[in-house]
């Protein structure tokens, strides 16, 4: 009996470790998992388009980096930390949140999608140290602050029909980025063009580079414009 009690301790410890292994090659980078797209990255951001189809649940995942969360659909969702218990919320389109998830505040979780339709989030991460912020924040028409941290600022620019938006020169770097889909003017690096732009559609603006646009919708065009702090 005894020889048993130890063959069955070691079949469970071997059980044990071979779904905590199982456990932790689940866990990938944020953006090596499938449903968050990478699709633009420079030195500063790491931008991912985040598509979860109906019924549809991502892999676990670890964010280690500080990062601004664009909801792009009104969408029911839950979600669940790695040995947590699994929670359930609506996600609210247009709503913008930053999180510092560098270490110790690294989060390994997995979400799914709950509703009838694609769930679109926008994930923009932080890859610069923080250095804060030497100016103040932006003073222009129809741009509201919503997120002032060191390491960014977050505002929400709503243009009505025949508004335009102009960014002078400026040190610091932007994203631009379209909560809806709208027709436009736009016109940067001295040119200019018609554009029609789908939520998630964004612009790169670089130090120093002038930027303009204006709302030929017949709706309201909004937008989340992102400032980095100078590096």
Do not use: C
């Amino acid at each position: 009996m005894s020889i048993l009690k130890i063959n069955y301790r070691k079949f469970f410890f071997l059980l044990g470790m071979v779904f905590n292994f199982i456990g932790s090659q689940a866990q990938v980078p944020v953006h090596e998992e499938p449903r968050h797209h990478p699709v633009f990255q420079n030195s500063a951001v790491r931008i991912l388009d985040v598509l979860i189809p109906p019924g549809d649940t991502t892999l676990f995942h670890i964010h280690q980096t500080p990062s601004v969360f664009i909801r792009l659909t009104s969408t029911a969702i839950g979600s669940q930390l790695q040995g947590g218990v699994a929670s359930a919320r609506k996600s609210k389109a247009g709503t913008i949140m930053f999180e510092n998830l560098a270490a110790p505040n690294i989060e390994i979780h997995r979400v799914w999608n709950a509703d009838k339709d694609t769930f679109q989030v926008m994930a923009v991460e932080l890859l610069f140290n923080n250095t804060g912020f030497v100016q103040n924040p932006l003073a222009i028409p129809d741009l509201q602050l919503e997120i002032d941290t060191t390491w960014i600022r977050a505002y929400r620019l709503n243009l009505s029909k025949g508004k335009d938006f102009k960014l002078k020169e400026k040190k610091e770097s932007f994203i631009l980025v379209s909560l809806h889909t709208s027709n436009l003017k736009i016109e940067e690096s001295g040119k200019s063009r018609k554009q029609t732009l789908k939520p998630a559609s964004f612009f790169e603006i670089k130090s120093m580079q002038p930027f303009y646009l204006k709302n030929i919708s017949e709706d309201t065009a909004e937008f989340i414009l992102l400032q980095l702090p100078l590096q």
